[in-house]
């Protein structure tokens, strides 16, 4: 399993990964992508990660693996990066792309940019999830394959998306990562473990 390593959290993941049981490695080049089953795509800042990608000769290969079938989970950026489409981006903001949603960047707002909240996961089972949004995004639209996962259960962003899950890809706009409850990397581990 791989954590894509330009920019974020990516020690956490790798944490998350491997106490979920997985062999968990930093991809930062070419090379090393061809070797993961799976990829996170961590937490950072968006559109300083597809510049990252560029430089780092990641952004074609990553497309092109995504598009075959490479198992992937987006974590806030990461959800951006993974989207077809992003609103409130820079002006032509780029994504990776495979995840037919249309993602609104920064979409909670100045005043609750960051909060917390338990919500029910589906495919998580154990209880709610407690899920810590940080200038996070939400999915504004999706298509007819995208599964939605969670919604923001009350408050002035209540009935929000929040989780998605496409066939090999699945993406939250909160940080599974930083709260020690590794449920989430556990199912997309397990996921392809089949
Ligand atoms: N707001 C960031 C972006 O647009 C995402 C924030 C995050 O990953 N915590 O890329």
């Not at 490695?25 to 950072?44: A, F, H, N």
């Not at 990461?78 to 989207?83: E, R, S, T, W, Y």
């Not at 298509?143 to 408050?155: D, Q, Y």
Request: net charge negative; with cysteine; aromatic share 4%.
């Amino acid at each position: 399993m791989g954590v894509l390593a330009v920019q974020g959290d990516v020690r956490e993941h790798l944490v998350a990964l491997r106490e979920s049981g997985a062999e968990a490695v930093p991809v930062r080049r070419p090379e090393e992508l061809e070797r993961v089953d799976g990829l996170v795509l961590p937490g950072g800042e968006s559109t300083t990660m597809i510049r990252l990608l560029r430089t780092f000769d990641l952004l074609a290969p990553l497309r092109e693996r995504i598009a075959d079938g490479l198992p992937a989970y987006g974590s806030c950026a990461g959800m951006i990066l993974l989207a077809d489409q992003v609103l409130d981006g820079q002006p032509d903001q780029e994504t990776v792309g495979g995840l037919d949603v249309i993602v609104r960047r920064n979409a909670f707002g100045r005043q609750v940019d960051s909060f917390e909240t338990d919500l029910e996961l589906t495919g998580v089972a154990g209880g709610p999830v407690h899920a810590v949004f940080i200038r996070a995004p939400w999915v504004e639209a999706s298509g007819p394959e995208v599964e939605v996962l969670a919604t923001v259960p009350s408050g002035p962003a209540a009935g929000r998306v929040v989780a998605v899950r496409q066939g090999h890809l699945l993406a939250t706009s909160f940080h599974p990562e930083v709260t020690g409850d590794h449920r989430v990397h556990a199912a997309f581990v397990d996921s392809l473990a089949g």
